[in-house]
């Protein structure tokens, strides 16, 4: 059994995560041989016949796109790790800048970088959009976290590669959350810095804006069990993905209406207001950005672009 993980436009955590399987990583290698990854080995371009290959990262310029065709026509099954690769992630927060923005950013404005840095003219070709790797070819799993926790890599890249079935939850992250529903009452939203939550029950219910609801489980909740709430790391809920009508936006709206007497319309007036931090990880994803009634559109044109 070959394998490979390719990387793309993020930040190598997920492979890093691979890594951090602990002594399961033993078990990995003992059922596959690691033929290419560019952050474990000095591997420049992948071989042909790979049996399953991981991509992570979303594709954000032309040697992207070049890459993710190249490692899909070598590869028998495609598994798309981690958040950028399955809806665009944190790169897709590119979205709400265009490209002088973004260059002259990362080639002038970081304490890095000397004042009169240069802006290169012979990097890759960006691409019109950020795009996660499904919008461009076919993918056989989903496998979505920032990176995807310990416990999930277990329960699918050990069964993946031994031919052994996946079995997984499909529920949210509310369904690993053992927060209690407290009594909701003169529900205002606030920012996560705004005072402690109590530790015991619902932050969602004391006006904190979790997106467990919405989100994908996998990370046994560690941000509300930490009293953090949920940013949506993990990615949409399976709802969201399959239903055209239900998007994260209109989910959460409708989740508070219940919570509290609050009229809907003013609940989704509220919560468009911070609706780029609703799509923080979803932004660069055409299936998510196409929904009739998803928010992406305007966050990105208000923002100001690609
Ligand atoms: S999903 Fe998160 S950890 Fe993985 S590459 Fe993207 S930013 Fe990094
Ligand atoms: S909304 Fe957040 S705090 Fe409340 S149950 Fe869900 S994950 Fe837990
Ligand atoms: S609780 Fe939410 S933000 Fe925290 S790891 Fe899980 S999905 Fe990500």
């Known amino acids: 059994m ?29 059922a596959a041989d690691i033929v290419y990854s560019p952050v474990i080995m000095d591997v420049k371009e992948p071989p042909e016949g790979i049996d399953i290959a991981f991509v992570t990262g979303a594709v954000r310029n032309a040697e992207n796109q070049e890459r993710l065709k190249k490692i899909r ?8 790790l981690g958040t950028c690769a399955c809806y665009g992630g944190i790169s897709g927060l590119s979205m709400m800048s265009n490209r002088e923005e973004i260059f002259k950013t990362v080639y ?14 012979d990097v890759p070709e960006f691409l019109y959009r950020v795009f996660a790797v499904g919008d461009m070819v076919k993918i056989d799993y989903y496998v979505p976290g920032c990176p995807p926790k310990e416990d999930r890599l277990k329960e699918i890249i050990l069964p993946l590669v031994k031919g052994d079935a996946i079995s997984l939850s499909r529920k949210s992250v509310c369904s690993e959350c053992d927060r209690k529903m407290g009594e909701v009452k003169d529900w205002t939203l606030k920012r996560r810095h705004v005072g402690i939550p109590d530790r ?5 219910g004391q006006g904190y804006l979790c997106l467990g609801p919405v989100t994908f489980c996998g ?9 953090i709430p949920c940013h949506g790391c993990n990615g949409p809920s399976l709802d969201i993905i399959r239903e055209p009508c239900r998007d994260i936006h209109n989910l959460m709206v409708r989740r508070i209406a219940d919570l509290t007497d609050i009229p809907k319309k003013d609940i989704e007036k509220e919560l468009y207001d911070v609706a780029h931090t609703m799509y923080a990880f979803t932004m ?9 009634i998803s928010k992406i559109r305007d966050v990105i044109s208000q923002e100001g672009n690609r």
């Open 219 to 227: 990370c046994n909740a560690s941000c509300p069990k930490n009293n």
């Open 284 to 292: 660069g994803s055409e299936v998510m950005e196409d929904k009739e």
């Open 200 to 204: 015991d029950t619902c932050l969602l």
């Open 2 to 30: 070959k394998i490979a993980i390719e990387e793309l436009a993020g930040c190598s955590g997920c492979t890093i995560a691979v890594l951090d399987l602990h002594e399961a990583i033993l078990d990995l290698v003992e």
């Open 108 to 121: 002038k404005g970081v304490g890095t970088v000397k004042e009169d840095g240069v802006i290169p003219h």
């Open 73 to 80: 026509k070598n590869s028998k099954v495609l598994v798309a």
